[in-house]
């Protein structure tokens, strides 16, 4: 065994959808691997992807499988995608002497002003790094620069961002909406909902003649006391591109705790409008992208974003070739084989 993954679960989400499709081009080219999950995986979202491909286990509470297989392939490189299984593998390495090379797979960036418990802790594991043998990989600039604020190691230590992990489709298939704003995400407060909920209640007066869609989980329209066919609200959709390629702008509302967001790439490629604040690596990402805007403020979200709808940009042959180099996800996948 050459590489031996560890994440919480398959579910759809940003670090789950980077590895399986990681593992599945490392796979193409003859490594072998394993992924090894916390939670039960068999009805997640990601896990039809690897099937049959990549063999997939289950933690058990002894951890009997994991452990012996890594004391029988001492040579085995083990990658700890999210902070959860960092914790997980650094109890086992230490209880029982493991010697396998290993990497804290960080995905994370920052969080929010009043998360001073999440602060603490994270500047426990940044002291403890340090002591510890791990290698460090960043899913972006900007979460490197936070974590080092919080102490974490330097050394051994690098940053391989996500870029495009899906597959772009041939061809387009036009929503049956109109006139929409795109908001993709699950609802949790790293999203800033209450921003998005003002949005939409400007719809009927700022933004005449728009809808809001969501794709994302968690979402109600109770949370935004609608009832009005301005609000649509799927929980997930398997072509998300097609809701990308014929928005009028993608909302990008979150303001901390972002690293790499994998929908501004799935946005920038297929030529979409994007209005955001500067989390994680959002700047960094579109800073040659021309149809982005980047914002400080909610006042000043709002003014562009009525820019955007009455100018509706497009973006050139040059840019859009630029970009689409910039994205190439075969380049994370090389970054992978060479670290590794």
């Not at 929409?180 to 995400?185: E, V």
Request: positive net charge; hydrophobic residues 35%; proline residues 3%.
């Amino acid at each position: 065994m050459d590489i031996v993954h560890i994440i919480p679960n398959l579910k759809n989400g940003g670090a789950e959808n980077i590895l399986v499709n990681v593992a599945v081009e490392i796979d193409n080219k003859g490594i072998n691997q394993c992924i090894f999950t916390i939670d039960d995986f068999k009805n997640d979202f990601n896990f039809p992807k690897v099937k049959g491909i990549i063999d997939v286990q289950q933690l058990e509470k002894d951890s009997k499988n994991f452990v012996q297989l890594l004391q029988k392939n001492n040579k085995s490189i083990v990658v700890c995608w999210m902070y959860k299984t960092i914790y997980f593998y650094e109890k086992l390495s230490y209880k029982y002497k493991l010697q396998n090379k290993y990497y804290w797979n960080i995905r994370h960036s920052d969080f929010g002003p009043f998360q001073l418990r999440q602060k603490f802790y994270l500047a426990l594991m940044g002291l403890y790094s340090n002591f510890s043998k791990s290698n460090l990989i960043y899913c972006s600039e900007k979460s490197k620069i936070i974590h080092e604020n919080y102490f974490f190691k330097k050394k051994n230590s690098r940053v391989i961002p996500n870029r495009l992990a899906k597959a772009i489709p041939d061809n387009f298939q036009k929503p049956s909406e109109k006139n929409y704003l795109l908001f993709i995400g699950r609802m949790h407060a790293q999203k800033n909902p209450k921003f998005l909920k003002k949005i939409y209640e400007l719809i009927d007066s700022r933004f005449l003649g728009f809808q809001l869609i969501i794709l994302g989980r968690g979402w109600a329209k109770d949370y935004f006391n609608s009832d009005s066919n301005n609000l649509v609200i799927y929980n997930q959709k398997e072509n998300v591109f097609d809701y990308l390629k014929y928005a009028s702008c993608l909302l990008f509302t979150s303001k901390f705790g972002e690293g790499y967001p994998n929908v501004i790439a799935e946005a920038m490629s297929v030529g979409t409008p994007i209005i955001g604040f500067d989390s994680g690596d959002y700047k960094i990402m579109t800073k040659n992208y021309q149809l982005a805007k980047t914002v400080s403020g909610d006042d000043e979200f709002l003014k562009e974003l009525e820019i955007i709808l009455k100018t509706k940009p497009k973006i050139s042959k040059i840019d859009y070739k630029k970009i689409s180099k910039e994205l190439n996800f075969d380049l994370t996948v090389n970054d992978y084989v060479k670290l590794i």
